[in-house]
C-alpha cells in the first residue's frame, strides 16, 4: 500500500492531466464561500462593536483587521484560481 504522506491534491492532478469540471467547481466554490463567510465575520464585528465592554472592544477591532486581510486574501485566490486555467473541450478538463 503506497503512503500518502503529506501529498496534496496537486500531487495527483497535474497540470498534464488537468482538473475535472466538477475539481474545478469544487475549489472555486470553497473559495467564494471562504470570502464570503469572511465578509459576514466583518459585517459582524463592526455591527457589534459598541455591544462590547469597553475593555474588550480591542479585540472586535482586532477581529475586524483580520476578517479584512482574510477575506482579501480569499478573494484574491478566488480570482486567481478562474484565471489560471482555460476549459479544453476536447478533453472536457481544465488545464
Known sequence: MEQLGNATFENYVGLEQ?????AYQMVSHVLT?????????LLYFVLTI?????????????SVVVMV???????????????????????????
Open 18 to 22: 488537468g482538473y475535472s469540471e466538477m
Open 33 to 41: 464561500l471562504g470570502y464570503a463567510v469572511m465578509f459576514a465575520g
Open 50 to 62: 459598541k455591544q462590547v465592554a469597553p475593555r474588550y472592544r480591542t479585540s472586535s477591532i482586532l
Open 69 to 95: 486581510s482574510a477575506s482579501l486574501l480569499l478573494y484574491v485566490q478566488a480570482q486567481n484560481w478562474t484565471t489560471a486555467f482555460v476549459f479544453d473541450m476536447e478533453r472536457g478538463k481544465y488545464f
